[in-house]
């Protein structure tokens, strides 16, 4: 077992924390409120860490002062780069990979503007990776040679496999998995094209069913594998969640950790949100019910204090879950409850959640698109919460819902298995139960579950107690940064 980090007599550690995407600068997902938040908390438990960024648009945008560091040769098929010094809202320093013809476009960080992946990915996430490994080197370009290279998704997963043919002392390596089924699958002739060792395009290497993978860089030469929940560590070591990499992650067990993410207790705070018409705690759950009021009007909901509303607020794609809300809408009127539906995803579940929501005027919303404020909203209005994920490596919205006193219905897979207990006379008697969990991921076994809360709902006093259970618990980063201080201290010992 990992024991807590505390440095002794020692500069602290120096961590390298590789992302392709960091809040609030470039978003798409919550890889980068990992990447805010995760790096913060690290700096407040005493370690020295930057962080790593492509120097996409956006983000030399937010930074016009940025400083130039250090310079990148151009070799084998990567362009030249500089490295600009920046320092995020947190007052953690960002270092910037700035390659204009391979960051400076239009569109988001993996996909043009019709949606479509860049086809020079390879070469812009290869470039990333390169730098990132040159960073790592010892001594290293910058004299800050770091103990740890930390490297998030596929994005910066093949680092490791720069590392270990660069023939020079270097720092350890983590390959940090925040969703197994994004790999980074290119051609074969990109391991060449990359300036990697044709030796390394292997089973026991970067192949991966005739492809190179990125991903699988990171899986075989990293020191240390991590991701993001303890239960997901284990589902991925097995089918259908290995995604085809599980017995090289079943092989790798000793060296894998699950921890799970925290979540930003200052953004997400109903005694302080601004995003919500009456601020609320422990002591005033009672307030909540200006929110629940403001978010039927808001989304034209009927005015009605005195029926169960469940909230939602995600991706509309079937890993969410997304079709099996779709087919319990009517069961759920009929409990009788209302549903408000905030998200975006693929066109047939958005058109799915759109019809029903004609179908039930009144009883269900649906709100087509992102709205940060009305995400606030759903989380303190909402009576309680779906989530009925297919997989869901950590997830963070269960863990908003528990602050906001809305206790989540959510499927027990992944970090949603670590981060809701579900409500058992048991667990309602010892003060742990927070919420509802379900198996199956079938239309089913989510309504029984939501027919669960809803019987739960209308027992006040009952309900009350999840309420605060769920509010009590502590989900900042303060837990997890601490036990990857410890994985990065025994590597750098060991490594």
Request: hydrophobic share 45%; with cysteine; net charge neutral.
């Amino acid at each position: 077992m990992l024991i807590s980090y505390a440095p002794v007599n020692r500069d602290p550690l120096r961590i390298l924390f590789a992302t392709p995407e960091c809040g609030p600068w470039i978003k798409t997902g919550g890889l980068a409120d990992v990447s805010a938040g995760l790096p913060a908390a690290l700096r407040a438990v005493g370690l020295d860490v930057r962080v790593l960024l492509p120097a996409y648009r956006p983000v030399l945008a937010a930074v016009p002062g940025a400083r130039e560091l250090a310079a990148f040769a151009a070799s084998a098929g990567l362009p030249a780069a500089r490295l600009l010094a920046a320092t995020l809202p947190s007052g953690v320093t960002a270092l910037l990979v700035d390659c204009p013809v391979l960051y400076d476009r239009e569109g988001g960080p993996y996909q043009d503007g019709a949606g479509a992946d860049w086809a020079d990915n390879w070469r812009r996430f290869g470039l990333f990776s390169s730098v990132a490994a040159q960073l790592a080197l010892h001594p290293g370009p910058i004299g800050w040679p770091p103990d740890v290279l930390h490297c998030n998704d596929w994005q910066a997963a093949l680092a490791p496999a720069f590392l270990r043919f660069a023939g020079a002392p270097h720092a350890a390596s983590v390959a940090a998995i925040h969703n197994l089924a994004f790999q980074g699958l290119f051609a074969p002739e990109t391991v060449a094209a990359l300036g990697l060792p044709r030796a390394c395009y292997a089973m026991d290497g970067l192949e991966f069913h005739g492809r190179m993978s990125f991903l699988k860089a990171g899986l075989y030469y990293a020191d240390a594998i991590a991701t993001v929940s303890p239960t997901y560590a284990r589902e991925i070591q097995r089918e259908p969640l290995g995604f085809g990499m599980q017995d090289l992650l079943a092989a790798r067990r000793d060296s894998l950790r699950g921890i799970l993410n925290g979540i930003d207790t200052s953004e997400w705070d109903p005694a302080t949100d601004a995003a919500i018409p009456a601020r609320y705690d422990l002591r005033r759950i009672e307030r909540k019910t200006a929110s629940k009021a403001a978010l039927q009007q808001r989304l034209g909901l009927a005015a009605e204090p005195g029926t169960m509303l469940f909230g939602v607020v995600g991706r509309m794609t079937e890993q969410k879950g997304i079709d099996l809300i779709a087919a319990i809408g009517a069961q759920l009127v009929a409990l009788p409850a209302q549903l408000a539906v905030l998200g975006a995803g693929e066109w047939r579940h958005e058109q799915s959640i759109a019809s029903l929501g004609r179908a039930h005027p009144g009883r269900i919303a649906a709100l087509i698109g992102f709205d940060e404020a009305l995400a606030h909203l759903v989380e303190a209005g909402a009576d309680a919460f779906l989530m009925p994920s297919r997989f869901e490596p950590c997830g963070l919205n269960q863990m908003y819902s528990q602050r906001y006193g809305t206790p989540p219905v959510v499927r027990a897979t992944g970090g949603l298995a670590d981060s809701v207990v579900d409500l058992t006379d048991a667990t309602l008697e010892n003060g742990t139960a927070t919420g509802f969990l379900f198996r199956e991921p079938t239309a089913q076994a989510l309504f029984a579950a939501a027919q669960r809360a809803h019987v739960a709902w209308l027992d006040r006093p009952l309900w009350r107690r999840l309420q605060q259970h769920g509010m009590a618990r502590d989900f900042s980063w303060d837990a997890s940064a601490r036990e990857y201080a410890a994985l990065y201290a025994h590597l750098a010992r060991t490594h």
